[in-house]
């Protein structure tokens, strides 16, 4: 399966904003976009000029680097965001929000989406007490997700933080690597610096 395999802070520089790909580096000074805040490449100083399209593009590109998913499963997404009742970019948000990895994440389970979605592909994972996975299973309300008793003495959970702000939507359990979701997520709760409304309009052309 295809996958972006360059630096992370080459694609924050190409969106002209932080995506926090890279958890302690991006909130110290050796954060790329404190250091070069303009585009990557030879002539990434003289982009200046923005169209319309050019926002659009750059607002998809951005939610998909944000949460790490390809051109094909985006469009899956938006597909299945369409097709539901209510707003479309809020949707559309919504069902990446309960991705499995992004979860993960959001409880204080990975320090990044990247390292969640790996976690989840070795099976580090457990739902509702089985192994998973699938970092792009959906979640629903009443899953438990919990790490693998085999699986708590790996570097990876020791070195989190106790002290986790879970979203409102989402409960964890300090200290027990165990969270759960009590609410599907709204709009309002999803911190996301993009304006969803310039993707629909990207896939409305």
Known sequence: ??????????????????LYLK?????????AMERRGYPPGQHGQGRKKVTEY????RAKQTVKRIYGVLEKQFRGYFKEADRQNGITGDNLLVLLERRLDNVAFRLGL???????????????FLLNGKKINIPSYL?????????REKSRSSVAFKELSDNVTAPSWLTVKSG????????LPTREEISIPVDEQLIVELYSR
């Open 139 to 147: 979640v629903r309300v009443g899953d438990e997700i919990s790490v």
């Open 23 to 31: 958890s302690d580096r991006c909130y110290s000074n050796q954060c």
């Open 176 to 183: 027990e690597l165990v969270g759960k979701v009590e609410l």
């Open 1 to 18: 399966m295809a996958r972006y395999k360059g630096t992370a802070c080459r694609l924050c520089r190409r969106e002209g904003t932080k």
């Open 54 to 57: 050019g926002l659009q593009l």
């Open 110 to 124: 990975a320090k990044t989406r990247t390292e969640a979605r790996q976690l989840v592909r070795h099976g580090h």
